[in-house]
């Protein structure tokens, strides 16, 4: 699965190292607690959604949310999206400052299961200097500012919300979306992607060491719960929904020392993959949160774009 390494970086765009600022905000964890392996069945069902979206973690990450000056961001937008169903997301609007290096591409951007958005601000920094593109990082209910409890019906709600306030702003309803998650967010992207193909404007997808489903990872995170992941309806079954997709190419980065969800989800993702384009990377020292500062991700996402998405 693996391909030959892309050529050496522009000094322009060999920012890896941006990244590495944001490593000590992402250290948070997929499933909120190993305790978990000594609940009872009753608590798994009825507490899961506390332990698959940790939004408390770290212990600040609902009031306190990084903004894009703390990172040097100058051009950006603060935003507050209504979703159908009552709840206000917090999202962040960031534009290339470097107006002659623009192209006509949206990356919307979903985060992992802990944090907030400002814990990703440096990583969509270097996107927008990468790339040339608008990104959209959206802020899930009940995480960081955002109102509402998580779940993953409520989730999926925000993920359109997101996608359908880049059709409709003038700024970004003619450009190329490309859809970006990591983890959790991974997730989100394939469901995301998989129920707007038709649409047209979505032009790719990046997954980065996501799971094929909570009921799969949770035998492999704690192996004495593995008996009650059946109790799991927290499902985030990626394993079923991306061979839907058939013609918008995706983007598989895969740390290999990933502590937290096995690189075999990832391999399985791809295998099971039937998009007409699907490229394989791997990083070999990515851990669950930090593959993105690992030598080559960023790289490997600019060839990625440049030779599948912006075409």
Known sequence: MSESPPPPPSPQWSLASLAGNAVQFLRLPVIASSGLAALASGLLYFKQNE?????????????????????????????????????SLNALFIRPENKRRTHALTVLMFHGNAGN??????????????????????????????TGSPDENGLNIDAQTGLDYIRHRPETRDTKILVYGQSLGGAV?????????????????????????????????LPPARYLARLCHQQWASE??????????????????????????????????????KVWRELPNGGH?????????????????MEHVLD
Request: aromatic content about 8%; hydrophobic content about 40%.
């Open 51 to 87: 332990l698959i979206y940790p939004r408390n973690v770290p212990a600040d990450a609902r009031t306190n949310v990084p903004k894009p000056p703390q990172f040097g961001v100058t051009d950006f937008e603060d935003l507050q999206l209504p979703t159908p169903d009552g709840e």
């Open 117 to 146: 958005i400002g814990h990703r601000i440096p990583i969509a920094k270097v996107l927008v200097e990468i790339l040339g593109c608008n990104v959209l990082m959206l802020e899930y209910r009940g995480y960081g500012l955002s």
């Open 189 to 221: 992207a394939i469901n995301l992607v998989a129920k707007n193909e038709k649409h047209g404007d979505i032009a790719g997808l990046i997954v980065e060491n996501t799971f094929l489903g909570i009921r799969k990872l949770i035998p492999s995170v």
């Open 240 to 277: 079923d929904v991306i061979p839907k997709i058939e013609n918008v190419p995706i983007l598989f980065l895969s740390g290999l020392k990933d502590e937290l969800v096995p690189p075999s989800h990832m391999s399985e993702l791809y295998a099971r993959c039937k998009s007409t384009t």
């Open 289 to 305: 949160n930090d593959t993105v500062a690992e030598p080559n991700y960023f790289e490997y996402i600019h060839c990625f774009v």
